[in-house]
């Protein structure tokens, strides 16, 4: 090691607070250095004139009245208000207690809304309406074997069912076509020609087209603006939620009013 | 005798003149550890009110009850930090140019031998507190390096500088008063 380096850890060696191996090779400069041993002596020389100056600071007064006068003593006057604030564990005790039941209201606010979130999915209603042409049926249906569906869409009133709206990010990537075209009825209960013959004994088959009506409950007003057509979805806090209410109420606007109807290929 | 955890349960159960006998039992220690650091009489004794009332109103939160002067010298340097970095902040101290040492010739021994105790003591108040604050903590409190880094909030090796420019100051003190006395 060069002079230099060791001059460095000189203050540190002196106070024992290196480690072995740096320890070593400053020993072993020090050993063969006249001039680094001479300024080790005069560090270690500087270091007891200053524990031997710092040890005679006088005599400690007592402050133990002043400051228990501070903490307890003026209890009747205004600072009765500072020596409770000071109280160990008081000041932080309410403040716990706050912080507790804000978290406690947050937490319980957070579940209701993701519970109102879930119960925001409508449902969806579709009504499977026959061709307008259809007969009414007469025979007396059978009672359906086990695991097959009741829905008897071959009568002549319409079959009503709800379904689950998907979520409204689907609804925005798929068209709304498609998603009614899926097969929430089993494919038997669309066509007539799969139903029973003895429920169609006097029945044809239907020429014209079936048609599903689809009507979705939206706790929303329609804006006033004719010309865009859209819809205000209050309580939607979701601005894609919104699009897709959106998407279904211009497409209802296109239509007719009252009814909306999708016709679909069986 | 009660132990300072024993007091320190009877205080945090209301019983706030058992904190006398804590303060009868620290008080000596925590004047002497701020005069030597603050070098002031008046402000010692001011930090020694600070620190005890800010000990009794964060007692609550003492972990180690049984290690009560532990707490209590970090919250006292803490205090006399706090009332000497707003004059000087410390940075400025760290980012001082290094200088060599004083070359240690037998005359400086031995004029450092007769110095008298007093002269020392200006040498030292003259040092800027943060040095002071580690020359304390490392001499008389008999800390590490990397106990005293802890106290102060600050890396080892900055306790290491300190120390190391805090001597050489002292060194090069010495080498004045020495040409003034020859």
Not at chain 1, 20 to 29: E, P
Not at chain 1, 148 to 169: E, R
């Amino acid at each position: 090691m060069r002079c230099v380096e060791v001059c460095a850890c000189l203050s540190a060696y002196a106070d024992g607070e290196l480690g072995m191996c740096k320890r070593a090779k400053i020993w072993f400069h020090i050993a063969r250095c006249n001039n680094c041993t001479k300024k080790l002596a005069l560090i270690r020389l500087l270091q007891l004139q200053t524990v031997r100056a710092l040890s005679e600071p006088g005599d400690a007064p007592d402050l133990t009245d002043l400051v228990m006068s501070r903490l307890s003593g003026d209890v009747e006057t205004s600072r009765q208000t500072d020596i409770e604030a000071i109280r160990p564990g008081r000041k932080w005790a309410g403040r716990r207690v706050t912080a507790a039941a804000v978290m406690v209201v947050l937490i319980c606010s957070m579940l209701v809304v993701s519970r109102s979130n879930r119960s925001e999915r409508s449902p969806v209603m579709i009504t499977v309406l026959p061709p307008a042409k259809a007969p009414v049926t007469k025979a007396i249906p059978k009672p359906p074997a086990s695991g097959q569906q009741t829905v008897a869409p071959m009568k002549s009133k319409p079959v009503q069912f709800t379904a689950a709206l998907p979520k409204p990010d689907r609804l925005v990537k798929r068209r709304i076509g498609n998603i009614i075209s899926k097969p929430l009825l089993p494919k038997s209960a669309y066509k007539p020609e799969s139903a029973p013959p003895d429920q169609v004994a006097e029945t044809k088959a239907p020429t014209s087209e079936w048609v599903v009506v689809v009507s979705v409950p939206v706790k929303a007003e329609p804006v006033a603006n004719a010309d865009t057509a859209e819809v205000n979805t209050t309580g939607h806090s979701s601005d894609s939620r919104k699009r897709a209410y959106d998407a279904v109420f211009k497409e209802v606007a296109e239509s007719e009013p009252a009814e909306h109807n999708w016709r679909i290929d069986l | 005798m009660c132990t300072d955890e024993q007091i320190i349960r009877r205080v945090l159960d209301g019983c706030i003149d058992d904190y006398r006998a804590l303060m009868d039992r620290y008080q000596s220690a925590v004047f002497y550890l701020a005069y030597r650091i603050l070098n002031r009489r008046e402000d010692a004794e001011d930090a020694v009110q600070e620190v005890f009332i800010k000990a009794y109103s964060k007692l609550a939160d003492c972990r180690e009850p049984g290690k009560f002067w532990p707490w209590v010298r970090k919250i006292t340097v803490n205090a006399c930090v706090r009332r000497f970095s707003r004059e000087t902040p410390t940075d400025e101290i760290d980012n001082l140019c290094e200088t060599d040492w004083p070359s240690g010739d037998p005359v400086q021994t031995e004029v450092l031998q007769k110095v008298q105790t007093a002269e020392v003591k200006k040498m030292i108040a003259g040092l800027p507190e943060a040095y002071r604050v580690v020359i304390v903590l490392r001499y008389i409190e008999d800390l590490s390096y990397k106990e005293i880094a802890g106290l102060i909030d600050t890396q080892p090796h900055t306790v290491a500088a300190r120390l190391h420019r805090a001597k050489k100051i002292l060194a090069e003190r010495l080498v004045v008063f020495e040409d003034a006395v020859c």
